[in-house]
């Protein structure tokens, strides 16, 4: 399996059991081999989405200490992920969708795991179709 770069949405899922999407999140994780790639701009989301539900930000970085989620600093790649938010200003695109596509565009071959339907329609910066894991995709 290709590298896979997690969203928020479906790590948010795994957390909360009152989820839509809280089932296929389970069995998609799960079954994820470790090492799957996450963003701070994510992490940051998700610690703060899951709060609502109760669920300590602890248990989301605990994550990243064992190794699940392996942190990838995008320090110097703020002028790309600008020019995304711009580029996608009416979509919306937000920060961390920014910084998942950057990701993506800097790991040829990666898949996004989503629950988010934008990510149907962004592109790498090369018009590149972006490979998607998602409830939605076939």
Request: no cysteine; charged share 15%; proline share 7%.
């Given at each position: 399996m290709s590298?896979?770069?997690m969203d928020s949405g479906p790590l948010v899922a795994w957390?909360?059991?009152k989820d839509s999407h809280h089932e296929w999140a389970m069995r998609v994780i799960d079954g994820?081999?470790?090492?799957?790639?996450v963003c701070e701009a994510v992490l940051a989301e998700v610690c703060?989405?899951?709060a609502?539900?109760?669920v300590p930000?602890?248990?989301v970085l605990k994550l990243v200490e064992q190794n699940d989620l392996v942190l990838v600093s995008l320090a110097g790649e703020m002028s790309a992920i600008r020019a995304l938010m711009e580029r996608y200003k009416d979509a919306?695109?937000?920060?961390?969708d920014a910084c998942v596509v950057r990701m993506?565009?800097?790991n040829p071959g990666a898949t996004v795991c989503t629950t988010d339907g934008h990510f149907c329609f962004f592109r790498k910066a090369s018009g590149e179709i972006i490979a998607l894991l998602a409830p939605f995709a076939g």
């Open positions: 590298q896979t770069i957390f909360a059991k994820l081999p470790v090492g799957a790639f703060h989405l899951v609502k539900d109760g930000a602890a248990a919306p695109m937000d920060f961390a993506a565009e800097l």
